[in-house]
């Protein structure tokens, strides 16, 4: 069982950056992929960036560039850097942890309740 809690969201100018957090419970951290997704009011969530259990980054394409994701096993903490935002990134941001499936894609067991990201125009 993993559990996960979101921090560091908040409101930001377009063009600002933030920093968000994903804590994570228990001695198995370093064996799980991990994600980061977002979800805006009346749209579906959307995957933003993961890293795997070895390092591999994987970015959605409207993020490239702009966010980097990283991970500190010796702190069970996955952090995800924003930078460049812009108003079409708000959205409450999820972290999940996963494990690679049999297709070579991560398939996610555990979800955090999610940070709200704000950017204002």
Same mark, same amino acid.
């Given at each position: ?26 001695? @198995? $951290? ?6 980061? $997704? ?6 579906? /969530?959307? $995957? =933003? =960036?993961?890293? @795997? ?7 959605g394409d409207s993020v490239k560039g702009r966010f980097t994701i990283s991970r500190d096993n010796a702190e069970?903490? =996955?952090? !995800?850097?924003? %930078? ?7 959205? !409450? ?5 996963? %494990?690679?499936?049999?297709?070579? /894609? ?8 999610? @940070?709200? =990201?704000?950017?204002?125009?």
């Amino acid at each position: 069982q993993v559990q996960l809690v979101e921090s560091g969201g908040g409101l930001v100018q377009a063009g600002g950056s933030l920093r968000l957090s994903c804590a994570a419970s228990g001695r @198995t $951290f370093r064996n799980y992929a991990m994600g980061w $997704f977002r979800q805006a009011p009346g749209k579906d /969530r959307e $995957f =933003v =960036v993961a890293i @795997t259990n070895s390092g591999g980054r994987y970015y959605g394409d409207s993020v490239k560039g702009r966010f980097t994701i990283s991970r500190d096993n010796a702190e069970n903490t =996955v952090y !995800l850097q924003m %930078t460049s935002l812009k108003p079409e990134d708000t959205a !409450l941001y999820s972290c999940a942890a996963g %494990t690679l499936g049999p297709l070579g /894609r991560i398939e996610y067991n555990y979800w955090g309740r999610g @940070t709200q =990201v704000t950017v204002s125009s």
